[in-house]
C-alpha cells in the first residue's frame, strides 16, 4: 500500500507544478482512503504536504519570470489571515461536512474555468506583466484564506481562478503565483490545525518527498502548455476530483434516489447552456465576435 501512496504523492506535485493547484484535493483523498487517516487528521497534513511541495515548486517558477511577487505576497498574506481563523474554526466542523462542502466549492470553480471566453476576455485587459489591484487581492485574499483553513485545501483551486478570471493574468503567470499564496496560506491553516490535531510526521515526511519530486517534474512542462489547454485542463481535473470526494461523501441512498440522478441532469443542462453562452460571447481582440469577424472578412 505503501508504494500506491507514494506513487499517489508524486500525482500531487505534478499537478501542483503544472496546474498551481490541486495538491489537496488530490492528497486529501489519498491520505483518507489509500492511507486510511480520518479526515481532520488528513487536512492537517495535506496542509504540509502542499506548503512545503509548492515552496519547491515555486523556484523553477520564478527563475522563469511567471511569478508576480507583490501581488502573491499580498495576497497570501491576507489570505493567512482568514486561513489560521478557518483552521481554528474546522475544530468545531464534523469533517464530513467539510469533505462535502471542499467538493461542492471545487465543481464550483470548475465551472467558471470550462466557461469558454470568461479567462480571455479578461486577460485581453490586462498586461501579462501587471500587478493586481491592492483592493481586490485583499478581499480575495480573504475569502480564498477562509475556505483554505476550513476546508485543508492549499487554495489553488480558487488562487487560480482568481488571478486568471477576476484578475486578468494569463495562466501561466497564474499558476506560478498561486504557489507562493498556496504555500503562505497552507502553512497558516496548519497552525490552526495543529491545536486539535496529531500528525504522522513519518508519513507526512514521505508523502512530501515523493510530491516535491512530482512538483519539479510539473514546472518544467508549465510553461510549455498553451494557455486556454491550461485553463481546460485545470477547470476537468477538478470536476474529476471534485466528484469523486462527493461520492465517498454521500451514502448510498442518495446516489439512488431519484430525485439526484434529476438534479444532476438539471445541473448539467444549466452547466452545458451556461458554456455555450460563454462560447458564443467571446470576443476577438478588437472587440468584435467571432461572427462578425467572419461576415467582415467575407465582405473584404
Known sequence: ?????????????????????????????????LAGQNSKEAIATSLFVVGVTSLVGLIPHARAHRVRWRTGLIFGAVSMVGAYGGGRLAEYIPGTVLLVAFALMMLATAAAMLRKGAGRKKAGHKAAHAELPVKLVVVEGLVVGAVTGLVG?????????????????????AVGTSLLVIAMKSFSGLAGHLAGVQIDWGLALTVTAAAVVGSLIGSRFAGRIPQDTLRKAFGWFV???????????????????????????LTATVA?????????????????????????????
Open 1 to 33: 500500500m505503501i508504494t500506491v501512496v507514494l506513487a499517489a504523492s508524486v500525482l500531487i506535485g505534478v499537478s501542483l507544478g503544472i496546474l498551481g493547484g490541486g495538491g489537496s484535493i488530490l492528497t486529501v483523498p489519498i491520505l483518507v482512503y
Open 153 to 173: 485545501s492549499g487554495g489553488g483551486f480558487l488562487v487560480v481562478p482568481a488571478l486568471a478570471l477576476l484578475g486578468g493574468l494569463p495562466m501561466s503567470i
Open 239 to 265: 470536476v474529476v476530483m471534485g466528484v469523486f470526494v462527493l461520492s465517498q461523501q454521500l451514502p448510498a441512498a442518495v446516489w439512488t434516489s431519484p430525485l439526484t440522478w434529476i438534479g444532476a441532469a
Open 272 to 300: 452545458v447552456a451556461w458554456t455555450l453562452t460563454g462560447s458564443r460571447r467571446t470576443r476577438t481582440a478588437d472587440g468584435t465576435t467571432p461572427e462578425k469577424t467572419r461576415h467582415l472578412s467575407l465582405r473584404s
